[in-house]
C-alpha cells in the first residue's frame, strides 16, 4: 500500500513538474478576458465550415 502510495504522489509530482511552467505560460499569453473572444471565433467557424461544406 505504501508503495502504490510512494508511486501515485511520485506521478502527481512529475506530472506538475513537467506541466506547471506550460500551463502559467498558457495562462499569461491567453489570458482570461480573452476567452469569450476565442470562443466566439470557434463558434463562428464552426457554423460557417458547415456553410463551406454544402457549396
Known amino acids: ?3 502504490l ?3 501515485v504522489f511520485l506521478i502527481q509530482f512529475l506530472n506538475y513538474w513537467i506541466f506547471e511552467p ?3 505560460f498558457l495562462e499569461y499569453v491567453i489570458e482570461i ?3 469569450p473572444i476565442i470562443a466566439l471565433i470557434s463558434l463562428i467557424f464552426l457554423f460557417s465550415a458547415n456553410n463551406i461544406e454544402k457549396n
Open 22 to 24: 506550460l500551463v502559467s
Open 5 to 7: 502510495l510512494f508511486f
Open 33 to 35: 478576458r480573452s476567452f
Open 1 to 3: 500500500m505504501l508503495l
